[in-house]
């Protein structure tokens, strides 16, 4: 079966599906580079840093919805669509 990934942040999809889940944390990382440069700039010790892109290098969830965290009011879900 093939699946889609579509990127949901704060109750609005993204413009496009992506054809696998890196490509679609890609697609959150580049939206929000200056956020997370911003965060890592600020931060002195290499376990912060860590824990940052940890956030957003979550490993795909096995029961089609993943969560990832950016900063404080922002709601980013990727959710793994069969297409038929």
Do not use: C, R, W
């Not at 009011?73 to 297409?83: E, S, T």
């Amino acid at each position: 079966m093939a699946f889609v990934y579509v990127v949901v942040e704060n109750g609005e999809a993204y413009p496009m599906a992506y054809v696998n889940y890196l490509a679609a944390v890609k697609a959150v990382k580049d939206k929000h580079k200056e956020t997370l440069e911003e965060q890592i700039k600020e931060i002195q010790q290499l376990s912060d840093i860590e824990e940052i892109l940890a956030n957003v290098n979550v490993p795909e969830n096995t029961k089609g919805v993943s969560h990832l965290y950016v900063e404080k009011g922002i709601n980013i879900m990727i959710h793994k669509l069969p297409v038929h």
